[in-house]
């Protein structure tokens, strides 16, 4: 375990991964593009949680059968094809039919980030599983904060190269080429990825005969375990900043110019902060304090969000996006460390499964917050964002280390 190639590997997959996918970033530049071919506010919900949602029941179908699985990578390596080429196929069909053809540009565009965030499904289950097997638990933790910093330091280069992109092509080519760009670059993480030692999974569980049984005994864990409630109804809620930060870039249309520069000085800013707090976040792993982490960035999404209230410049939008950068990163290395800490190695993609599942159903809290936007304000979006945030803030406190 912890070898130093294996590491390597990890860090290359989540930077370029970054740079691949941070074009699409859900919060500043999909609602644009999205935007811009005529999707409303729900639509934008929608098409965001399709990119960072996955599909619930296909994480539990995946741990259904991986539970069995001496190896892993060979099945990630066919995650990781099919999401290359849904993402090709994205930037393919805003060139080829563009602003002529709206609704069907629309519709490949959202059937492009099903297929991407489906696959995920399955590879979410997979990555996990692999990275259980070959970093310690410590180890893990600062593997993955190394792995996100580098991921940040990533975005920044692609936020730059968007807001580049953006600012010196005509849109919808633009959007086009930044998908067909990216989808290569993206490429060059999988195979990274591709390539780690995979052990051999020495305890593994008997799969069931049926999906349904699998399903029975799944929820039975969840039901008698209440350490693992705790920590399924504190992620679960974490998520709630999603009601309104999608929301965030398009409210401040209204007060500042959202041009190429603008748009890339806020995902650089956010990128920023998720890169400088990785390095604080791999000091509190190193010492096991997950729950110390999932505790700092409850609150800091507590005050990202109240700043949004002022807004009204780009210094604020900027701060706003640098501390959500930073409280993404903290609460997706709490949340993944904390759930293979206290699973069994046998029910370990089990755990996985029912905590993702359950937990990514938050991720759709974006489709809510477009429609209550649609019938309300950002005041009363951003008053009950907060308010289910401290809910999670609350309950955090009871995590176990």
């Avoid at 930037?91 to 965030?117: A, N, P, R």
Wanted: hydrophobic letters at 55%.
């Amino acid at each position: 375990m912890d070898k130093k190639l294996n590491h390597i590997k990890n860090v290359l997959h989540g930077f370029f991964l970054s740079v691949g996918t941070t074009i699409a970033e859900p919060h500043t530049i999909l609602p644009l593009i999205i935007s811009h071919f005529g999707g409303g506010a729900i639509l934008i919900g929608l098409y965001s949680a399709l990119l960072k949602g996955g599909v619930v029941l296909i994480q539990l179908y995946a741990a259904f059968h991986a539970q069995s699985y001496p190896y892993m990578l060979k099945y990630l390596r066919r995650v990781f094809l099919t999401r290359f080429i849904a993402w090709f196929f994205i930037g393919f069909s805003i060139i080829y039919f563009g602003d002529e053809h709206k609704e069907i540009t629309l519709f490949c565009i959202g059937l492009g980030l099903f297929i991407f965030s489906f696959s995920a499904g399955f590879g979410t289950i997979y990555f996990k599983e692999i990275t259980a097997k070959i970093f310690t638990h410590k180890f893990r933790g600062k593997t993955m904060a190394v792995r996100q910093f580098f991921s940040a330091f990533g975005a920044i280069l692609s936020g730059t190269g968007a807001g580049y992109i953006i600012g010196n092509f005509e849109a919808p080519l633009s959007y086009g080429l930044l998908f067909i760009i990216s989808t290569f670059l993206m490429g060059l993480g999988y195979l990274a990825f591709g390539l780690v030692e995979e052990p051999i999974k020495e305890t593994v569980t008997k799969k069931e005969n049926s999906f349904k049984l699998f399903l029975k005994n799944a929820f039975a864990i969840l039901k008698s375990d209440k350490l693992f409630q705790v920590q399924i109804f504190t992620f679960f809620f974490a998520y709630s900043y999603l009601f309104a930060l999608p929301f965030i870039i398009i409210d401040a249309k209204n007060s500042i110019i959202l041009d190429g520069q603008a748009i890339g000085l806020i995902i650089t800013a956010q990128m920023v902060g998720a890169m400088f707090s990785n390095i604080i976040w791999a000091k509190l792993s190193s010492l096991g304090l997950y729950k110390r982490i999932s505790n700092i960035t409850l609150g800091m999404f507590i005050v990202a969000i109240s700043l949004a209230f002022i807004g009204g410049s780009l210094f604020v939008y900027m701060t706003i996006f640098f501390i959500v950068g930073a409280a993404i990163d903290g609460n997706r290395l709490a949340s993944e460390n904390l759930i293979i800490y206290i699973a069994p190695q046998e029910k370990r993609p089990i755990y996985i499964a029912l905590q993702n599942n359950i937990v990514s159903i938050g991720i759709f809290f974006s489709i809510l917050g477009g429609i209550i936007l649609s019938f309300s304000s950002y005041t009363i979006l951003y008053i009950l964002t907060i308010s289910l945030l401290f809910l999670a803030f609350i309950a955090s406190f009871k995590l176990k280390d």
